[in-house]
């Protein structure tokens, strides 16, 4: 069968597929170091996984939305009405409490991170023959993926990771559940590796993009979250596995053989296109976080003339996080003409 690339081979084995099993290599070779690299290196591992791949990921979807004239002109009300929603429906939250507030946007999050598989999946899904079943039967696979270690994680509080802030989850300890739900999701994994084995030696034919995406879903998902409980295991499968596979879909399908005139940029033609588009990301993602680290938390950088009250909190921290809820609301509507 013609394999489904969504660009080409090379890059979407490196850049797409590559990073679970990366990751996954990089924990086996080095397990042991890094608890020291953990408690030596925080801030190097913050300004890595969090800055220039997490938060950078969310400003790369700015080239699919605000910068882009002709998806401006197709959803421009879509654009103006998700963040105003998003900024007014985040202060009532926070108005509840600041758990409240957090809990909210960890489980949009959590949802976010869930359907960029299924959506990747979709993609790679795309040549195939559209059979019911068969469709239902990879949804079932990668919603088992990615589900059962959430719910792994629910019923277990004795994580040592979260996802924003301490106890942002409902949590309630529940061996027996937490064994049933594993049984489940060893039955739906074997069913999935028989198909594969079955379909392969029966039509001689395999759809490595989608399989390869599949397996280092189930890698990432359940290693970062059931297989081990180490914060920086977690952060590097969670982060990388998602946010580099997403730089590369923006860069590849809607930058990098992009027309002139295509962006609200006018300085963006140039043959350094990728380190143009990078130093972008990261140069937004790095202020946003330096205002985040100077009027909130205050964790790796320390200027008490920056630091806000609690009061103010109510409206800066829903602001500040309007970039990211804006990207997890947009991204369930910019790629479906993709999938």
């Known amino acids: 069968m013609m394999q489904p690339w969504i660009h080409k081979k090379q890059t979407d084995i490196v850049f797409i597929l590559l990073p679970p099993f990366f990751i996954a290599?990089?924990?086996?070779?080095?397990?042991?170091?890094?608890?020291?690299?953990q408690d030596n290196y925080s801030f190097v591992t913050w300004l890595i996984f969090i800055v220039f791949i997490d938060v950078a990921h969310v400003y790369a979807s700015l080239f699919k939305t605000y910068l882009?004239?002709?998806?401006v002109s197709k959803h421009k009300k879509l654009f103006i009405v998700v963040p105003f929603i998003c900024l007014v429906l985040s202060i009532a939250a926070f108005?509840?409490?600041?758990?409240?507030?957090?809990?909210?946007?960890?489980?949009?999050?959590?949802?976010h991170f869930i359907r960029q598989q299924y959506g990747f999946m979709r993609l790679y899904s795309r040549n195939e023959p559209k059979n019911r079943l068969k469709v239902l039967f990879d949804k079932i696979v990668i919603y088992n993926a990615t589900v059962f270690p959430m719910l792994f994680w629910f019923l277990n509080p004795d994580r040592n990771?979260?996802?924003?802030?301490?106890?942002?989850?409902?949590?309630?300890?529940?061996?027996?559940?937490?064994?049933?739900?594993?049984?489940?999701?060893?039955?739906?994994?074997?069913?999935?590796?028989?198909?594969v084995i079955y379909g392969f030696a029966k039509t001689k034919q395999l759809n490595v993009p989608k399989n390869l995406l599949i397996l280092g879903t189930y890698i990432s998902w359940y290693l970062g979250i059931v297989h081990y409980n180490n914060e920086l295991i977690f952060t590097a499968f969670n982060v990388v596995s998602h946010g580099i596979p997403?730089?590369?879909?923006?860069?590849?399908?809607?930058?990098?053989?992009?027309?002139?005139?295509?962006?609200?940029?006018?300085?963006?033609?140039?043959?350094?296109?990728?380190?143009?588009?990078?130093l972008i990301l990261l140069g937004l993602a790095?202020?946003?976080?330096?205002?985040?680290?100077?009027?909130?938390?205050?964790?790796?950088?320390?200027?008490?003339?920056?630091?806000?009250?609690?009061?103010?909190?109510?409206?800066?921290?829903?602001?500040?996080?309007?970039?990211q809820l804006t990207h997890y609301v947009l991204d369930g509507f910019i790629w479906k003409s993709k999938k």
């Open 246 to 278: 997403y730089m590369a879909l923006v860069y590849f399908r809607e930058i990098k053989h992009h027309k002139k005139g295509s962006f609200y940029l006018p300085t963006f033609q140039t043959k350094y296109l990728l380190i143009v588009f990078l």
């Open 25 to 37: 290599l990089m924990v086996l070779l080095f397990n042991e170091k890094l608890t020291v690299i």
């Open 68 to 71: 882009n004239k002709t998806e």
């Open 161 to 195: 990771f979260n996802w924003f802030v301490s106890n942002e989850f409902l949590q309630s300890n529940q061996p027996q559940l937490t064994k049933v739900l594993f049984i489940c999701f060893v039955i739906i994994f074997t069913a999935y590796l028989v198909s």
């Open 95 to 111: 108005m509840v409490s600041r758990e409240f507030f957090w809990s909210i946007l960890a489980y949009i999050a959590v949802f």
């Open 286 to 323: 790095f202020l946003e976080e330096l205002i985040w680290e100077l009027t909130v938390w205050e964790e790796h950088f320390h200027f008490p003339e920056f630091y806000l009250s609690d009061h103010l909190h109510v409206i800066w921290i829903p602001l500040l996080t309007l970039p």
